[in-house]
């Protein structure tokens, strides 16, 4: 009942910034108090968790590739989550999906089986 909808990627040189968005359709988030977050996926390699955010966006949790780079947010009357992206590396190349559950932000962490609802992915990449 939940369609997420993912924009803002693109091609940038390391060191420089994307903004990922995600727009959620069909179900306000707060209705079923849904965790989000971002995973992502490189050919060959395995979808992993990015970063999330509580239904009420009062906690955030990142992967240890991207603690201090990059900011995770949402804003429920928009019904939209944003991704900042700062300091790009090569090694963050990847199509990036956003994705919902409901349950805790910290689940989120453990991996796709904890994931409800996923988008259709943008892709990122990042040139040396």
């Known amino acids: 009942q939940v369609q997420l909808a993912e924009s803002g990627g693109g091609l940038v040189q390391a060191g420089g910034s994307l903004r990922l968005s995600c727009v959620a359709s069909?179900?306000?988030?707060?209705?079923?108090?849904?965790?989000m977050g971002w995973f992502r996926q490189a050919p060959g390699k395995e979808r992993e968790f990015v970063a999330s955010?509580?239904?009420?966006?009062?906690?955030?949790y990142y992967a240890d590739s991207v603690k201090g780079r990059w900011t995770i947010s949402r804003d429920n009357d928009k019904k939209t989550m944003y991704l900042q992206m700062n300091s790009l590396k090569p090694e963050d190349t990847a199509i990036y999906y956003c994705?919902?559950?409901?349950?805790?932000?910290?689940?989120?962490?453990?991996?796709?089986?904890?994931?409800?609802?996923w988008g259709q992915g943008t892709q990122v990449s990042v040139s040396s």
């Open positions: 955010v509580s239904w009420n966006g009062d906690s955030t």
């Open positions: 069909g179900r306000t988030f707060t209705d079923n108090f849904m965790a």
């Open positions: 994705a919902a559950c409901a349950g805790a932000a910290s689940q989120l962490r453990r991996g796709v089986r904890s994931v409800s609802y």
